[in-house]
């Protein structure tokens, strides 16, 4: 099956170089060559580099994602020209691009404004009245942990080692565990420093980690005959438990400046359309 699979791989990819319109050199052009022109405008290859993302993919695969990029920047470019020769009154079109240009600037103004007005205002003090007093919003659907995860390969060397380091993880050990970890291939992730819920911490280790398994100040061991990972749990939350105060704070604040921004941002143009007036920068008629 899988030499099936290599097969087809190999011969779409074929079919696609003698599709395209270019050869694999045309992937080490230089960033100011001009790849397409529509009228007076110019793509260079530098748009494709800068818009496009080559990672994991083979010649083949790239050559194909620059080739209906290009196809469909000339579509594009040429519908426009012949969409704009078309119409004939463009007026309507030029003012809803205006009042739409004209909202969004205003949108993002508004949305600076708020922000550090408000991150200003805002302190502690307020996140922690607003926690207590409103912890039903704050209790946990999935658990909660800080710890240290180490994904080692079962059979090398070094693994008692390893386990030994991270059953007793003080500071003075972190660099050594480190270290090792490298010697070893080994994938280490430490996050003592900040609250990570389980399925995030899961999606790093090629093993199931049960909740049932999770106590503080603990070292779960889950091995296969592959992989062996170390999870060291140095506090954790179940399911139910209130959300740590640190982990909540960003939830606080974006709750706290949605209630706040209507009435600040009312109060704001209240005074600006009454300094305009002031100062003569705006004038009514009657």
């Known amino acids: 099956m899988v030499g099936v699979n290599r097969l087809a791989i190999g011969l779409l990819t074929a079919f696609f170089l003698n599709s395209c319109s270019f050869d694999l050199s045309f992937l ?3 960033s100011e060559d001009i790849v397409a022109e529509v009228g007076e405008e110019k793509l260079y290859y530098d748009d494709l580099s800068r818009n496009l993302n080559f990672k994991d993919l083979s010649e083949g695969d790239s050559l194909l994602l620059v080739d209906a990029y290009i196809k469909n920047w000339i579509s ?4 426009y020209n012949k969409a704009r020769s078309e119409i004939s009154d463009m007026s309507e079109i030029d003012s809803l691009v205006e009042n739409y240009r004209r909202s969004l600037v205003i949108y993002e103004y508004e949305l600076a404004l708020v922000n550090d007005h408000l991150t200003n205002q805002m302190n502690e003090s307020q996140f922690r009245v607003f926690y207590k007093e409103n912890s039903p919003l704050f209790v946990l659907t999935e658990p909660l942990l800080r710890g240290m995860l180490l994904v080692a390969y079962s059979d090398v060397p070094d693994l008692q080692v390893l386990e030994s380091l991270m059953m007793s993880p003080t500071e003075d050990n972190l660099d050594l565990i480190s270290s090792v970890s490298i010697k070893n291939a080994a994938k280490f992730d430490y996050f003592s420093d900040k609250w990570m819920t389980l399925s ?3 999606k790093n280790s090629p ?3 049960k909740e ?9 061991v ?4 592959m992989h062996t990972v170390f999870l060291y749990v140095q506090e954790f939350k179940t399911s139910g438990d209130l959300q740590p105060f640190e982990y909540a704070q960003k939830r606080i604040r974006s709750i706290l400046t949605e209630q706040n921004k209507n009435e600040f941002l ?3 143009h209240k005074n600006l359309y009454e300094a305009a007036i002031q ?3 705006a004038k009514r008629y009657k």
């Open 222 to 225: 889950n091995s296969d005959s």
């Open 279 to 281: 100062k003569g920068q």
């Open 200 to 202: 995030e911490v899961q």
């Open 76 to 79: 594009e470019k040429v519908l």
């Open 207 to 209: 093993l199931p980690i």
């Open 266 to 268: 009312r109060s704001y």
């Open 212 to 220: 049932k398994d999770l106590q503080n100040n603990h070292l779960v």
């Open 28 to 30: 080490k052009r230089k």
